[in-house]
């Protein structure tokens, strides 16, 4: 006859895990171990890097279609933009159909730079998956995806929720 535990398992809620904390703490420590290891391959950081992808495997991009494509602000994509001029990586000029809008260009060097970052984010990978082996990397996962789902979805207003 198999056993029966006769102790319920009760699980800690997110506030008792701390996992605001836990996701905050891992994933600015894991930004530093990605951003060395990019830096150290192509003098690029993981989110200039991902600029620096987009706008070397699109034509005609602009630093809106960019903004929206990462998720973030065009003003936050036009400051790295800035940066990524002054490092010689890309060129801007004004859109020849908006001439609100502004295109992003690789230069040689950009592509270069790119081009290094090769196999550099393997050993970030490596530690992940010794960090979430097998299973353990799926279920978190779709766990993020489901948290993010969660956090792109429209929230009601205080007001909204006092009509209801």
């Not at 940066?83 to 859109?95: D, Q």
């Amino acid at each position: 006859m198999p056993s029966v535990n006769p102790t319920p398992r009760f699980f800690m809620s997110a506030k008792d895990q701390r996992l605001f904390f836990l996701l905050q703490t891992a994933a600015h420590r894991l930004k530093l171990v990605a951003d060395a290891a990019m830096l150290d391959a192509g003098g690029l950081t993981t989110a200039q890097a991902a600029v620096m992808a987009i706008i070397c495997g699109e034509e005609q991009v602009s630093q809106r279609q960019i903004a929206s494509r990462l998720g973030q602000r065009e003003s936050a994509v036009g400051a790295m933009a800035e940066r990524l001029i002054k490092a010689g990586y890309i060129t801007r000029t004004r859109s020849e159909t908006d001439k609100r809008a502004w295109i992003l260009e690789p230069t040689t060097a950009g592509r270069q730079a790119l081009a290094a970052m090769g196999t550099a984010f393997a050993p970030v990978n490596a530690l992940l998956d010794e960090a979430f082996p097998g299973e353990e990397a799926e279920r978190l996962g779709a766990s993020l995806r489901r948290l993010i789902g969660l956090l792109e979805r429209p929230r009601m207003s205080d007001e909204d929720a006092a009509a209801d």
